[in-house]
């Protein structure tokens, strides 16, 4: 390589994960998202209060996100309607904008994209808040991995049979195959040729 000559970029993207990534963690949206994926799990799903904190952990834990697990054990529910509620009313104010990482971001001459489990609508919100709305060529989200199907989102109407992931990691060789998830997340089932 000739001297002077720019050198081409190793990578030709980078990946932002959204939620306690561009923003600090301490700030506690994800304290306020566990609240409300929990209200939904009690409010929406008839889940026992008792049973949300290791239901969740599990299918956290199993599935990569709550949402994915519920829908791989047999609930069925709108995912707009989930996303609304886990999001909508989430305290959007405690976000700031950040002109040190936003001039960090701009400068970077390289494809930048949001990678992230939410909803596209909560992804605006956040971006719009903390003054990043334009330092991203795009955003992956849940709606880009999981395109629309209604006849997928559909309420519980009982005919579904539910599977106890809680007593199944209760028996002492919890080695049998879990479920699937219909659901795509960032942390399991994409392909990375699907990015673009």
């Given at each position: 390589?000739?001297?002077?000559?720019?050198?081409r970029?190793?990578?030709?993207?980078?990946?932002?994960?959204l939620?306690?990534?561009?923003?600090?963690?301490?700030?506690?949206?994800?304290?306020?998202?566990?609240?409300?994926?929990?209200?939904?799990?009690?409010?929406?799903?008839?889940?026992?209060?008792?049973?949300?904190?290791?239901?969740g952990n599990?299918?956290?834990?199993?599935y990569?996100?709550?949402?994915?697990?519920?829908?791989?054990?047999?609930?069925?529910?709108?995912?707009d309607?989930?996303?609304?509620?886990?999001?909508?009313?989430?305290?959007?104010?405690?976000?700031?904008?950040?002109?040190?990482?936003?001039?960090?971001l701009?400068?970077?001459?390289?494809?930048?994209?949001?990678?992230?489990n939410?909803?596209?609508?909560?992804?605006?919100?956040?971006?719009?808040k903390?003054?990043?709305?334009?330092?991203?060529?795009?955003i992956?989200?849940?709606?880009?991995?999981?395109?629309?199907?209604?006849?997928?989102?559909?309420?519980n109407?009982?005919?579904?049979?539910?599977?106890?992931?809680?007593?199944?990691?209760?028996?002492?060789?919890?080695?049998?195959?879990?479920?699937?998830?219909?659901?795509?997340?960032s942390?399991?089932n994409?392909?990375?040729?699907?990015?673009?």
């Open positions: 390589m000739e001297y002077g000559h720019a050198q970029s190793k990578y030709e993207c980078l990946l932002f994960d939620d306690d990534t561009l923003y600090p963690l301490s700030i506690g949206l994800a304290v306020d998202v566990t609240k409300n994926i929990e209200d939904y799990m009690v409010e929406k799903l008839g889940i026992e209060q008792s049973k949300i904190v290791e239901l599990l299918l956290y834990k199993n990569g996100t709550t949402m994915a697990g519920l829908r791989a054990i047999g609930y069925n529910f709108d995912y309607e989930y996303h609304s509620f886990v999001h909508g009313g989430l305290p959007y104010e405690k976000l700031r904008p950040d002109p040190i990482l936003r001039s960090l701009l400068s970077l001459p390289i494809r930048k994209v949001i990678f992230t939410a909803d596209e609508v909560h992804a605006l919100k956040v971006l719009n903390l003054g990043l709305e334009d330092c991203f060529e795009g992956i989200c849940f709606e880009t991995l999981n395109p629309i199907d209604k006849s997928n989102a559909t309420t109407n009982g005919s579904h049979e539910i599977f106890d992931i809680i007593g199944h990691f209760s028996q002492p060789k919890a080695d049998s195959v879990l479920p699937k998830t219909p659901i795509h997340t942390f399991g994409v392909e990375y040729n699907e990015l673009g």
